[in-house]
């Protein structure tokens, strides 16, 4: 069989797999984004991420990653939800509603990898999903998946931002996808709507300005600057996708493991200014939003009032 075939096996068994998407680009060094890389570093964008700042030649390069690595694979998975939380409430990205994504991608390409092997014979590969040193938008970009906006995210005429991206990063050859254009043209909606303006140019994210990071990443105490700009966002921000005129084509996604503890949607803000651990644990089982701990949470919270 061939790389065509191979390839039109593993896109078919991905789509079967609940995949909204899949690309494959050549599994090289990333010349490009090398240097945006470095500058975006040096210019401390990452705050207290320190581990951005580690295995930078992993990030750029596939084959550090995985040995005789030729191409890789990205994925996209839609999260898009049907229903949105109580208009009153303090506010969750849409990516955390349901049960966290690294265990539901990590056991569909789990699954990927397996039906490879199975169909194809012996393939060397990895799984990547947000945990390790691998440039997802950039390689999903390359595989003509979408373009990225202003706001730096994945976009697509199709379905806009809603979703997660993941890699395999395999031994064989496949056919290549091609990148396709930009379309923000001049739109600046998203850079315009940022409270924080973490948006410090056309694509270009201050990561240590983001709602995102300061509720997320941040395991210290908010600069008080920010008090007051954080539009009642406790864990995360989709602001700058909520804006995006692309994003009226998202669609709810079919994946049962996404959906929202009830209590969730229903909870207004005086429900989370009494949030107890117990009701934390139960509302967040499985959840993105343990990452932040309960203190956490509770220190966001506090933050909005």
Not at 87 to 112: C, M, N, R, T, W
Request: with cysteine; proline share 5%.
């Amino acid at each position: 069989m061939n790389a065509g075939k191979h390839t039109h096996l593993i896109k078919t068994e991905a789509q079967r797999l609940g995949f909204l998407s899949c690309g494959i680009s050549k599994a090289e060094f990333l010349e490009e984004e090398a240097p945006r890389l470095e500058k975006w570093l040096n210019q401390n964008r990452h705050g207290e991420m320190r581990y951005m700042e580690n295995h930078f030649d992993k990030r750029l390069d596939p084959t550090k990653l995985v040995d005789g690595a030729k191409s890789v694979i990205s994925l996209l998975l839609n999260y898009y939800p049907s229903q949105q939380q109580h208009p009153e409430s303090y506010k969750i990205s849409k990516y955390a509603y349901g049960k966290d994504y690294h265990f539901v991608i990590k056991d569909k390409l789990k699954q990927l990898l397996h039906f490879i092997g199975k169909e194809i014979g012996e393939v060397h590969g990895r799984a990547f999903v947000d945990s390790a040193p691998v440039l997802d938008k950039a390689w999903a970009a390359r595989s003509g998946l979408g373009w990225l906006g202003k706001h730096s995210n994945l976009l697509t005429k199709e379905v806009g931002s809603f979703y997660f991206i993941a890699e395999l990063i395999v031994d064989i050859e496949l056919e290549y996808d091609s990148p396709v254009t930009d379309h923000c043209g001049t739109c600046t909606a998203c850079i315009d709507a940022c409270p924080t303006e973490a948006i410090v140019g056309p694509y270009v994210v201050d990561g240590s300005k983001c709602i995102s990071y300061f509720t997320i990443e941040l395991k210290n105490e908010i600069p008080g600057d920010f008090k007051g700009r954080f539009e009642d966002w406790m864990f995360g921000c989709d602001i700058c996708q909520d804006v995006c005129p692309w994003n009226r084509f998202s669609k709810p996604h079919a994946e049962p493991l996404f959906h929202p503890h009830p209590e969730l949607l229903s909870m207004a803000k005086k429900d989370w200014l009494e949030l107890t651990e117990s009701v934390f644990q139960k509302v967040f089982k499985g959840s993105a939003v343990k990452r932040t701990k309960f203190s956490g949470l509770k220190r966001n919270i506090n933050f909005l009032e």
